[in-house]
């Protein structure tokens, strides 16, 4: 998340002299790589509060460690916001002549959470996230089933990284791509508190409940997508169900 919010602060602060909208692709995909190898090993790198919902739903992860997995998403994402907020601050108050909004010219709230743009309903926003949502774990499932062609030993961080790059470039412009609870709902309580206020969820038509609903259906319908097209087939009659599977193994990172 640092990575992340700090390459759109460079974009927007930089008045794109510092970055163009790959850039904030690729900070947030080789973000989530490094993410990975961090806490891979460690928690199977649960970065996504959806995904890790979706590994409790189908028993891929008991349902005691949600709480505390959540928790440590959405305090790792609050405090990467309060980390970017304090580096650039200067820029803030440069750029926005000490007036923090959320709307207008030198807007900056985007900065730090999604944001859809003018042109989007509310509910088409809603089916984009779902849908970017779906491809994200269809991509996730794709990368670490190792019944299929999944990615080379120790690409996983890697490819999983390239898989958020992606859906950025193709799936970005509307909506920001939140895909993520813990990507969007924790900088946004932050602006709220660090001089933004409570416009942060009022702005979209009262957007700020999307990133939180929408991935997370989105990847439920993701993972039945994949397990009923793809993993169904590619099962031998002595394979256990995967909801069946030892609970304690996490499924997927992110």
């Known amino acids: 998340m640092t990575f992340g919010l700090g390459s759109v602060a460079q974009v927007v602060l930089g008045k794109h002299n510092f970055g163009e909208y790959l850039s904030i692709n690729l900070g947030f995909g080789f973000g989530v790589m490094l993410g990975v190898h961090a806490a891979g090993g460690i928690s199977g790198a649960h970065m996504n509060a959806s995904i890790t919902f979706t590994n409790c739903v189908v028993g891929n992860l008991l349902w ?12 790792g994402s609050f405090a990467a916001a309060a980390v970017i907020f304090v580096l ?12 923090l909004t959320v709307t207008g010219p030198t807007a900056t709230a985007g900065i730090f959470a999604t944001y859809p743009a003018p042109y989007v309903s509310l509910w088409n926003g ?17 990368i670490h089933d190792r019944k ?9 961080a890697f490819i999983t990284g390239l898989l958020v790059v992606l859906i950025g470039m193709s799936m970005g412009m509307n ?3 939140a895909i993520n609870p813990s990507r969007d709902l924790p900088p946004r309580i932050f602006t709220a508190l660090a001089g933004w206020g409570l416009e942060v969820f ?4 009262c957007w700020w409940w999307v990133p939180l609903l929408a991935p997370t259906l989105g990847c439920l319908v993701g993972f039945f997508i994949y397990n009923i097209l ?7 009659p002595s394979d256990p169900e995967p909801s069946k599977q030892d609970p304690e193994a996490e499924m997927s990172p992110m």
């Open 202 to 205: 009022q702005a979209g038509n």
């Open 148 to 156: 299929n062609a999944g990615a080379l030993p120790g690409t996983n």
């Open 126 to 142: 809603f089916l984009q996230e779902l849908i970017a949502s779906s491809m994200l774990m269809i991509g996730i499932l794709v």
């Open 175 to 177: 909506t920001g791509y």
């Open 88 to 99: 650039y601050y200067e820029a803030l108050q440069d750029y926005t002549g000490g007036n």
């Open 64 to 75: 005691r460690k949600l709480p505390a997995y959540v928790i440590g998403q959405f305090f």
């Open 230 to 236: 793809i993993d169904f087939h590619n099962r031998s």
